[in-house]
């Protein structure tokens, strides 16, 4: 028997350190994280910077002591490489190289968004979803097509998760926003007209949020959380559905923090029924940002022995999931472009 190949990984593009463990059968072995709470307002990228370098090395000593492991086992480091917040993926990033370097171990620099994907294909089994990836920096419909994941619609402004999050914070409510709206939508009673922006299978929150951020004070806070989730929710169905058309797709998978919220799952479940295509949500611990996706998809480069010079590890706030070669999927036949 060979060698058992173990990868860390470790997420900071944003909000949250994690650190996860994962071996080459795909067993999460670790997945911890310490989520940065600012006392008030959004998430300020040097305020969540400093918090991940803060508990950085807790979270990966937790993490190898979950996977009852040391330093010495693990085969290569994986990072997320970008999209992020800047000062937030410089700390990963030196976090990642510093271990690389005194461990003497390959480095995998991991697109967030890719890894998002991945994890959910890993706990799924699907082996050619349409994935909505939904949380506070993303909203995309993403598929394979040929050697790279293609966008088949997104945002044109701000993300969902950041639509509920400000929203919240315009309510009085601290972060993060999207459980605290979830909550306000299950008490509201009636639906009030708020802007439904759909162009093609891209989509508008921010005239959404105006519109709904001038009604505080005139409707009820739940009815307003009701009807600003129901309306939101229906343009992603409506533009998943629209993708699910045109792919011809037989699988949808839903990821990303949003992910969490029962009604957003509810509506793709009524549509993947209707197309008579299979559905699955990922689980909120491995949904959201973490540790586990970055190891694992650190993995499926450490195959394909793709790995990083310390010179070529600089951060990438910008990275977009349509500019990022997949070497595990070349050949695939359901890739289809």
């Known amino acids: 028997m060979g060698t058992v190949v173990y990868i860390l990984g470790l997420e900071g593009t944003a909000h949250t350190f994690s650190a996860g463990v994962v071996d080459d059968k795909g067993q999460v072995l670790a997945n911890v994280g310490d989520m940065y709470r600012p006392p008030q307002g959004g998430i300020h990228p040097r305020e969540a910077a400093e918090h991940n370098a803060e508990v950085a090395t807790r979270i990966i000593r937790k993490a ?12 290569a480091i994986a990072f997320s490489q970008g999209p992020g ?8 990033a030196t976090v990642a190289r510093t271990m690389s370097l005194t461990l003497k171990i390959p480095l995998i620099g991991v697109n967030h968004c890719v890894a998002h994907v991945e994890i959910g294909k890993l706990v799924s089994k699907f082996k050619d979803p349409l994935t909505l990836y939904v949380s506070g920096g993303s909203t995309q419909i ?8 293609r966008v088949f619609g997104e945002t044109l402004d701000i993300p969902i998760g950041n639509l509920l999050d400000a929203f919240a914070r315009e309510l009085g409510y601290g972060h993060p926003g999207g459980p605290i709206i979830e909550k306000l939508a299950r008490q509201g009673k009636s639906f ?4 439904y922006i759909v162009k093609g299978t891209d989509l508008s929150f921010s005239g959404l949020l105006t519109a709904a951020k001038r009604l505080i004070g005139k409707y009820s806070p739940e009815d307003l959380a009701f009807s600003l989730q129901e309306v939101a ?6 533009v998943t559905e629209r993708a699910l058309v045109h792919t011809g797709k037989s699988e949808l998978l839903l990821t990303g923090g949003v992910a969490a919220n029962k009604r957003l799952q509810a509506m793709l479940k009524e549509i993947a029924a209707e197309h008579d295509c299979k559905y699955y ?16 998809t650190g993995y499926l480069y450490y195959k394909h022995n793709k790995f990083l010079r310390i010179e070529d590890s600089y951060v990438k706030p910008k990275w977009r999931i349509d500019d990022v070669e997949i070497p595990w999927v070349v050949g695939n036949s359901n890739a289809d472009s």
């Open 85 to 92: 917040l800047g000062p937030c993926l410089r700390v990963v």
């Open 281 to 296: 949500v990922v689980p909120l611990h491995l949904a959201g940002d973490n540790g586990a996706m970055i190891a694992w």
């Open 192 to 195: 009030i007209e708020l802007p």
């Open 64 to 75: 190898l002591s979950e996977s009852n492991l040391s330093f010495k086992d693990i085969s």
């Open 233 to 238: 929710f229906s343009m992603l169905t409506e």
């Open 142 to 149: 993403v598929a394979l097509g040929g050697s790279r994941y």
